[in-house]
């Protein structure tokens, strides 16, 4: 915007343009971090570290951070100094917007996962389709043989559970970077001098969610500012998005606070051929969590990144065909009509979602007291939905850690899961 306005009332006339006004007033607003979306359910979250925050961090929380020698003197979590966040669209599009390397380490493993579940005192599968435990396994041990597999089990099973884990944020960061770049949020709080160790913690900030409202997200889009009680995927917006995603949680509640993971392999093969045909090759359009000024019309509020992406993706190391959609940031189908794309876009959700054949729902209790319960997940082939029966009474914190996978691709050739293991297509 080349316009510029003459402050009324100031002592010296400005020579700002509006927009670098506005990036002026935003950056120097230091009570809240965010550019709030008008759904947000969130209250401000300050710059820098947050003293009040720490105190009401959970003790296993702090325990963990302590053992690892995390300075939590500044407070926590910490969010990005406001003069790092961008402010306009313009700028956060240009986060990660170009190819870069990845290497598909699912595709070395050997298939029978010898060192892995020879290491393994049990491994148990949770459901015939998806998720996962290991047991007698300490992540932070793993051989890069092992790592391999595990890869390689996350793109078949979807899921992989590990309770009673002793895990820095440092060696749960250090995995992620093993598994591809690791995401680096450009607003997101985390943990003190650790990028990339993103905060999990639902009862952080979060104001207004009550037992009635905080599923509103799965009825209608416009709640979906009401957080990971809606169904979704994690960071579909980015030019490569998520790909292995690990949350380890070291603050849990007695009872509830589960997550539900439903695999998106499954959900393709439950539609019927003429809707996989004319979904594949289409793209859709993927927004993302946080919001941006648009340059050019920045009293219009916040908007999202968009990026576009193929509605049906192949798996580079499976080799599976899987929907690649989730109700929260999943906006349209290119090419369609707006009521044809909603249409239909609601109904590729509603079979995520209602399939509980196709899900797996994971209680991340019981663990060892002082020790924590990890979930790693192809966040590729999965939409998962958190359950909010705790209702934020019982501390429930964790750290995510997100490795960003490749640039989306379709391959006409590939097949879908069932048709790949030779099962019944009906
Ligand atoms: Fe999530």
């Known amino acids: 915007m080349s316009q510029t306005i003459t402050l009324q009332n100031a002592s010296k006339p400005s020579t700002l343009s509006v927009d670098e006004q506005i990036e002026n007033i935003i950056k120097k607003q230091l009570k809240t971090a965010y550019i709030h979306n008008k759904s947000a359910v969130s209250k401000d979250v300050p710059s820098g570290g947050d003293l009040e925050g720490l105190k009401a961090l959970p003790e296993s929380a702090i325990k963990r951070f302590k053992d690892a020698g995390i300075d939590l003197s500044r407070g926590y979590p910490q969010v990005p100094d406001k003069e790092k966040v961008p402010v306009f669209l313009d700028e956060a599009i240009q986060i990660r917007n170009k190819e870069f390397p990845y290497i598909e380490r699912a595709a070395n493993a050997d298939p029978e996962k010898k060192a892995l579940f020879g290491a393994a005192e049990k491994v148990i599968n949770l459901t015939q389709k998806i998720g996962t435990e290991i047991v007698g396994l300490q992540l932070s041990d793993l051989t890069d043989q092992q790592k391999d597999e595990l890869a390689l089990l996350i793109t078949e099973r979807v899921v992989v559970f590990f309770r009673d884990q002793k895990l820095s944020p440092q060696k749960q960061l250090e995995l992620g970077h093993y598994w591809g770049q690791v995401e680096v949020h450009a607003q997101a709080a985390r943990v ?98 946080h919001g941006y000024l648009d340059r050019n019309d920045p009293f219009s509020g916040p908007k999202n990144i968009e990026r576009r992406h193929p509605i049906v993706r192949t798996h580079p190391a499976t080799g599976w065909k899987f929907l690649f959609v989730n109700r929260s940031m999943t906006k349209s189908i290119v090419g369609l009509e707006p009521p044809e794309s909603d249409l239909i876009l609601n109904y590729l959700f509603s079979v995520i979602e209602k399939n509980a054949d196709i899900q797996v729902r994971f209680n991340w209790k019981p663990t060892k007291p002082g020790y924590g319960t990890s979930a790693i997940w192809d966040n590729r082939i999965s939409n998962h939905s958190t359950v909010w029966d705790y209702e934020g009474l019982e501390p429930r914190h964790g750290t995510r850690v997100t490795s960003l996978a490749e640039v989306p691709f379709f391959d006409p050739k590939s097949k879908s899961q069932r048709e790949a293991l030779g099962l019944s297509l009906n």
């Open 192 to 289: 003190p001098d650790l990028d990339g160790v993103t905060v999990i913690w639902p009862n952080y900030k979060s104001g207004h969610l009550t037992f009635k409202n905080n599923n509103f997200g799965n009825f209608d889009r416009k709640f979906t500012g009401y957080g990971n009680r809606t169904w979704h995927a994690d960071l579909v917006h980015e030019f490569q998005p998520a790909g292995i995603t690990h949350l380890h949680n070291d603050s849990i509640p007695d009872l509830g606070g589960d997550t539900i993971w439903s695999s998106t392999y499954a959900a393709y093969d439950k539609l019927s051929p003429a809707l996989q045909e004319f979904l594949d090759g289409k793209e859709a359009v993927f927004v993302s969590a």
